[in-house]
């Protein structure tokens, strides 16, 4: 690994010498066959295709190699805006013209009868030459792939030699440091392991906030401050709106509040598949600067610069399709249990976030080093996907996380290849705890044991949702210029009663008749069937309340923790959980948009099993288990502070102090020439 410099002398010679991609002719020639026979196959199975010999379909290869090399990159070269869609359908299309260009030029030897026999050809040539390549072991090497994404990142400009390090932080959703342990145990992180193994990192744990959930998280890792985000939903009461860490216009305000020039990312970096941007100066997929990517974004040219790139993620999409329903049935047939709904658009937004979303998020971090990006911040959000509904270690879940660490070893490869040298830190935002919902354990959710309990009123449910249908949408907004709805309907709660939410084994409870937050006593005054039942229930941990007299309160079903005094009665509510809970219930309930009752679902520490509130097997959001444990995989020689990492926010300080660790004297220069 890099030495780490506290400062750099401009003007000093440059040391740094990238290694430039060379072609390997064996490897290029394995290729070549491999090609000509995806080919052959595909004109023995089309009859509007046909080839006459197997050297005619070298000769197809090679002709078809020459084409791609030209007219994909000239395509991913003009500025179009929603690049995203129009990239898809023009190389597309492009794959079967360059199959008729072929096809003109070699007249006597192959002949497709008209376009769509071209584009189905292309299909299937992309189907044999997956499978051929991971059987003959060539889809690990990326030689084309680094030489055009280094073509283009020269064209965008920036990519000038320096001996400052760079930073690459790679974020898995959802994954615990102990589930990563045991993936690294058993063969399913196989090049994170290495990393451990060969001494040039170690894993540091750190600890969620109450909040643990993305949006709350990535507020404080990139921004420096969550204050104020009590859940992934929560209700405005004095306004009467919904506020979402999925909708593009709410993650733009939460970004717009805590946005204070000291983002992750400030002075060139770039944000990548994120729901924040920490002040990134490029974005792609990143749900508070979406309106700022429907326009022209060269953050997709290298993936569209090949073609095959285009008709190889379509074959993955629909071979991970298959595989969920596969699985989903193998459950069903075996009798799993804990088992999450799996049906309806599900399988579709698991291929697109294992393949289509993770691809381009890939592309756009090899971009960002070939152009010399001082740092990026990528979230791959596949793991923490397919995690909700099969379940934390699961053999898909596991075969997620396995595809995540191969694609890591594909960035590990091409730091070589960088305009500067890079550092690679690996990290989670939370991580899952599973167990059977609290509506499978009871037939019932939490909104209906609220309004049975109440006095008079109406409960108004609102689903949760899990994170990644932000992502997939905001990359078919993106696509298509579509702007996503504000669903009134939803988002204005200014009419219901009481509002129930579920964030993940986290509930929030709001009593629409005040437009503030009511007190204990004034709950009990108003429903004093609530609180006790909610309290007696056996799913349920813990309840935030505040107290006109003694301030914020912990109840359970046995007892009380006062949390500004420090003192129990009867049975500690909060004793399941980890030591620091105490302390970040009292943060929540400082949070001016706490709920009137925040919820905390029972965690059985022997089994690390609780429950969601919301239709998710293996969740996060609140206290319990392995989604509060966390993990940074670091250099070896990074510093860490002397006592546990706890919260977020002590996560930006961790990150920014290594950034300025690394790049001192050339961010005190960007900071100079504002």
């Known amino acids: 690994m890099t030495e780490l410099p506290t400062s750099h002398s401009y003007g000093e010679p440059v040391t740094w010498q990238p290694e430039r991609p060379r072609f390997k002719p064996l490897r290029l020639l394995v290729s070549w066959a ?72 070699l007249e006597n030897t192959f002949r497709v009868d008209n376009f769509g026999w071209a584009l189905l050809a292309s299909l299937i040539v992309a189907v044999v030459s997956v499978l051929l390549e991971v059987l003959f072991g060539t889809n690990d090497d990326d030689t084309y792939t680094l030489r055009v994404v280094q073509r283009i990142a020269r064209r965008q400009g920036g990519a000038n030699r320096t001996d400052v390090p760079g930073i690459i932080f790679l974020e898995i959703d959802g994954l615990a440091l102990p589930v990563l342990r045991r993936a690294m145990r058993d063969g399913n992180a196989p090049n994170m392991a290495r990393w451990v193994a060969e001494g040039t990192h ?48 709410d993650c733009a305000r939460i970004e717009a509040d805590r946005a204070t020039g000291i983002g992750l990312l400030v002075d060139g970096g770039s944000s990548r598949g994120n729901l924040l941007s920490g002040e990134a100066e490029e974005v792609i997929l990143t749900v508070s600067r979406m309106e700022a990517e429907k326009r022209a974004n060269p953050g997709y040219r290298a993936f569209f610069a090949n073609g095959f ?8 999409f629909a071979w991970e399709v298959v595989l969920e329903w596969t699985a989903a049935l193998r459950a069903i047939r075996r009798d799993v249990h804990p088992r999450g709904h799996r049906g309806g658009i599900y399988p579709f937004m698991r291929g697109a976030m294992c393949v289509i979303v993770r691809d381009l998020i890939v592309y756009g971090v090899l971009t960002d080093m070939m152009r010399g990006r001082p740092a ?33 070893g594909r960035i590990d490869r091409a730091r070589s290849y960088a305009p500067r040298p890079y550092e690679l830190v690996v990290l989670s935002d939370h991580g ?65 009663e009481v509002v129930v939410l579920g964030s ?48 914020p309160v912990a109840l359970g079903s046995d007892g009380v ?114």
Request: charged fraction near 20%.
């Open 376 to 408: 990026v911040y990528a979230t791959f959000s596949s793991y923490d996907e397919v995690a909700h509904h099969s379940g934390l270690e699961r053999v898909d879940t596991l075969e997620a996380l396995r595809k995540l660490d191969q694609q890591f």
């Open 34 to 105: 491999l090609t000509g026979f995806a080919l052959w196959v595909a004109a023995a199975v089309l009859p509007g295709v046909d080839i006459e010999s197997h050297g005619g379909a070298l000769a197809v290869a090679a002709a078809v190699a020459v084409l791609n090399s030209i007219i994909p990159p000239l395509l991913a070269a003009v500025r179009l805006p929603y690049m995203l869609a129009l990239g898809f359908v023009l190389v597309l299309a492009l794959n079967a013209i360059m199959l008729e260009l072929a096809a003109d030029a």
């Open 202 to 249: 170690g894993l540091t744990e750190w600890e969620t906030d109450l909040s643990s959930q993305t949006g709350a998280s990535q507020a404080g890792i990139l921004l420096g401050s969550n204050d104020d985000i009590p859940a992934f939903r929560w209700v405005d009461k004095e306004s009467g709106t919904l506020t979402a860490c999925s909708a593009p216009a």
């Open 309 to 316: 790139n285009v008709t190889r993620a379509l074959v993955l």
């Open 432 to 496: 899952q705890t599973q167990g059977a919902t609290f509506k499978q354990r009871n037939g019932y959710g939490l909104d209906d044991l609220v309004e049975r309990s109440l006095e008079h009123g109406t409960v108004e449910e609102v689903a949760g949702g899990d994170e990644q249908q932000s992502m997939v949408g905001l990359a078919v907004g993106e696509a298509t210029g579509k702007r996503q709805k504000e669903k009134r309907s939803k988002n204005d709660v200014s009419d219901r």
């Open 504 to 551: 993940g084994n986290l509930g929030l409870v709001s009593l629409m008749e005040e437009p503030r937050r009511l007190t204990l006593e004034e709950i009990d005054a108003r429903h004093p069937r609530l609180i006790p039942t909610l309290r007696a229930h056996p799913h349920v941990g813990w309840l935030l309340v505040r107290s006109s007299e003694r301030g």
């Open 561 to 674: 923790h006062y949390l500004a005094e420090g003192t129990v009665e009867g049975e500690d509510p909060l004793a399941p959980f980890s030591p620091n809970a105490p302390r970040h219930l009292s943060r929540t309930d400082g949070f001016p948009h706490v709920a009137d009752i925040m919820v905390g679902s029972f965690y059985e520490p022997d089994v690390e099993e609780g429950c969601a509130f919301e239709e998710l097997i293996s969740f996060h959001g609140g206290l319990g288990g392995p989604q509060t444990r966390a993990f940074i995989l670091h250099p070896v020689g990074f510093p860490l502070p002397q006592k546990p990492i706890v919260g977020a926010e002590q996560v930006h300080g961790v990150l920014s102090g290594w950034r300025r660790l690394l790049q001192g004297g050339e961010r005190a220069g960007a900071l100079a020439s504002r």
